[in-house]
């Protein structure tokens, strides 16, 4: 099997370029590594602040919330359909 590593060069402020190379060291890792995860923590970041925006927009309607508590409910019934843990 024969992996593609696509590379690309983009610039960064010098305290940036500073702080990678830092992390780089201080976790014996590729700064390439250090990037990836920082953009990872951030992906997540931003997913976890759309989802709370978009719960904050569903408590904000009263009707939608609770058409929300009632399905949630709906299924939290099937927990105790007899069924064994698989």
């Not at 593609?4 to 960064?12: D, E, G, K, L």
């Not at 927009?57 to 609770?66: I, V």
């Not at 299924?75 to 069924?83: F, I, K, N, P, V």
């Amino acid at each position: 099997m024969d992996i593609t590593i696509a590379t690309r060069s983009i610039p960064v402020a010098e305290d940036t370029q500073i702080m990678l190379e830092e992390l780089a060291r201080l976790d014996s890792i590729p700064m390439t590594d250090v990037l990836a995860r920082a953009v990872e923590t951030y992906w997540g970041r931003r997913i976890n602040e759309a989802s709370n925006e978009a719960y904050a927009a569903l408590k904000a309607d009263p009707k939608a919330w609770q058409e929300l508590q009632d399905e949630q409910s709906e299924w939290d019934a099937t927990l105790t359909d007899g069924l064994d843990d698989e």
